[in-house]
């Protein structure tokens, strides 16, 4: 069965570089949301987005911003990179149904800001 | 979102049952109990999830306390693949809800 993509799998940055991380959800997946994993801490939420529109958001600094494309695939923009942005970040989608709940997890895309 | 309460870490011997316990007193009548593990680095995997009645799937089971102030997760025979961090997580059901990570439950599983 299909699932959820995420690239690059690993980068490296430099402070105050940009990066951009991609999400492929899982197809006919309506809703993606994004998660920031830190060396030694639990996933924490940072934005999700529900039929291209955003729907909630969580501690995401405002260096960062993202958005769904029309075919819902993601994508989180990173700017002025610090140390601490050093994390794993998932993404994870869900398909559409009001009762359906489940997330479905990428595998992470490493990021390590020198 | 009500908040939970889970062991740090548990052991549990290869072919035995884990039992993993999850504390949420504050849970209100319209929020659900989800489970999800996180193995090694890999991306979060849902388990199962309840409201107030008993549920069980392939992976586990998930016995909820009549007022709905506890929960077990059960796995009936742990393999060593299922070494992992175990969240308890309580929210509504639908929409587009996120997922509010605890501390989560360290399973090793011994051989």
Redesign the interface.
């Known amino acids: 069965a299909a699932g ?1 993509i995420q690239s690059p799998r690993h980068l490296i940055k430099e402070k105050r570089e940009t990066a951009t991380l991609k999400c492929y959800p899982i197809p006919r997946h309506d ?1 993606v ?1 994004w ?1 920031q994993q830190g060396p030694g801490q ?4 940072l934005i ?1 987005f ?1 039929e291209k529109m955003q ?2 958001k ?1 501690s995401i600094p405002d260096r960062f911003s993202a958005q769904q494309f029309s075919d819902y695939h993601s994508e989180l923009n990173m700017s002025s990179l610090e140390l601490g942005d050093s994390a ?1 970040y ?1 993404c ?1 989608s ?1 398909k559409p149904g ?11 895309t490493r990021l390590t800001v020198t | 979102d009500a908040k939970t309460t889970q062991p740090p870490s548990m052991d549990c011997a290869e072919g035995r049952a884990a039992n993993l316990p999850c504390n949420h007193s504050t849970i209100s009548g319209n929020e659900y109990v989800y489970w999800y593990r996180q193995i090694h680095s890999q991306g979060p995997q849902y388990i199962i999830h309840g409201l107030k009645n008993n549920e069980t799937n392939e992976m586990a089971s998930l016995i909820i306390t009549e007022d709905r102030k506890s929960s077990t997760l059960i796995l009936p025979h742990a393999t060593l693949r299922d070494t992992a961090v175990y969240y308890c997580i309580v929210r509504r059901q639908g929409g587009s809800e996120k997922l509010v990570f605890g501390k989560g439950t360290k399973l090793t599983v011994n051989p």
């Open positions: 959820v809703t949301y998660y639990d996933p924490q939420f999700s529900y729907s909630d969580g794993l998932f994870a869900k009001r009762g359906v709940d489940e997330q479905y997890f990428g595998p992470g």
